[in-house]
């Protein structure tokens, strides 16, 4: 996957990409053309992690049977959760890390 550095604009391949940061959910990786430090949005960042956890609880509780009637809700909810997450780390905004 490739992504735009925000620093020099360059199109860097995700595979190139040796340094890489993580303070919490937080994933900062370097530029290897310009040096700079970029990463999602951090409201943006904390939405992908909640897509996915959304899909996690919700699919345990699939898988454990717990209250077999909220299952379509479940299922419902979960899909919207790794949805989100699927946009956000396809089209999402990466900014300079200060």
Known sequence: MN????????KVDSKDIKNINKKGI????????CR???GLNKTQ????????????IT???NIFI????YSLVFSTI???GIFIAIIITFFGKHETVK
């Open 3 to 10: 992504v735009a550095c925000p620093n020099c604009k360059s």
């Open 26 to 33: 937080f994933i900062e990786k370097q530029c290897p053309s």
């Open 36 to 38: 700079g430090w970029f």
């Open 45 to 56: 960042e904390i939405l992908k992690t909640l897509g996915v956890s959304l899909l996690l």
């Open 59 to 61: 699919s345990l509780l």
């Open 66 to 69: 717990i209250k077999s009637e």
């Open 78 to 80: 979960g899909f919207v």
